[in-house]
């Protein structure tokens, strides 16, 4: 019975897995860092898992931490526990083989497309409180929502400089005696990473614009913005920036199954190399002109294109 198989969910405080959040840096409470927040992993059985997912109280009416702060601090009290089924091993095929008289194991017209079978079919399962912050992966993407709503925010591969990247230690989400908290890894590694947050359901402020100007700069496009309901499918092509929330449908669930087709590893990627490594040297945060990263869109929109 698919209730009692054992799953790998993604526990945090604030429903950001694999995203740049503030904690408290050091003892001093009001002092917070950024870091990128690696989830906890636990296992359980996943009818324990939908119980927890069906019985939350919706976003609206639960007081949760700030979208890009979590606890860092080891006297402080349990954060609360945000928890996602969002392995992308190829996990449908392989851990959920009962599903698959319900749902393709592949799309017949995407393979033929792509001239190849899936990398991966992955199992998403959550509610409203999880999303997925900003980043790009190296696949074609074929995104099906089963029950409620994903709205996807998207910039081209070429607009990479307008995503503020920057290098960001790493933190976990761990199990303490205190509960669930955020822990800085004693490792000197960093990541490179999107810090922006852009929610449909929130207005960011304008000190937070200001921060981020090249994403929010008015002369520029304004990110595509796509929600996708049950029954629907998106194709979300490699390389493309993409931010994902979501809204619970039936029984306070959301449900997807997306496909992995591996990209083309053409002229294509070493334009995106040139504009993502460009992206990474123009020090935007510390006041040069939009205008100088302006010319690198421009330049290398063409490029992508031609």
């Not at 996943?46 to 601090?73: R, T």
């Not at 908290?181 to 960011?204: K, R, T």
């Amino acid at each position: 019975m698919l209730l009692h198989v054992q799953v790998t969910v993604a526990v945090t405080p604030n429903g950001r897995a694999d995203a740049v959040c503030n904690i408290e840096a050091g003892q001093k409470p009001d002092k917070q860092k950024p870091y990128f927040v690696l989830p906890l992993e636990r296992q359980m059985h996943m009818s324990d898992f939908l119980k927890l997912l069906v019985h939350q109280q919706p976003s609206c009416q639960q007081q949760l931490p700030s979208s890009k702060e979590a606890g860092g601090n080891s006297n402080a009290q349990a954060e609360p526990e945000i928890m996602y089924l969002q392995q992308q091993n190829g996990n449908f095929t392989s851990h959920f083989p009962e599903l698959l008289d319900d749902v393709d194991a592949e799309l017949l017209w995407a393979s033929q497309a792509f001239g190849a079978n899936p990398d991966a079919v992955n199992l998403w399962i959550g509610n409203d409180h999880s999303m997925t912050s900003f980043h790009k992966d190296h696949y074609e993407n074929i995104y099906a929502v089963v029950t409620g709503e994903k709205t996807f925010t998207l910039l081209p591969p070429c607009d990479a400089y307008r995503m503020h990247l920057a290098q960001y230690p790493i933190a976990m989400c761990c199990d303490t005696p205190q509960g669930l908290q955020v822990v800085p890894s004693s490792d000197s590694e960093q990541l490179l990473w999107s810090p922006i947050e852009d929610l449909a359901s929130h207005d960011c402020s304008e000190e937070y614009k200001q921060q981020y100007s090249a994403y929010f700069d008015p002369l520029l496009p304004k990110p595509f913005r796509v929600t996708v309901r049950a029954g629907e499918v998106l194709y979300l092509p490699s390389l493309w920036w993409h931010q994902v929330e979501q809204t619970a449908g039936i029984g306070n669930m959301v449900i997807a199954v997306n496909y992995w087709y591996d990209m083309q590893f053409d002229c294509k990627y070493a334009y995106f190399q040139l504009v993502e490594s460009l992206a990474r040297s123009i020090p935007l945060e510390h006041g040069h002109s939009v205008n100088a990263a302006n010319s690198v869109h421009h330049a290398a929109e063409h490029k992508l294109l031609t």
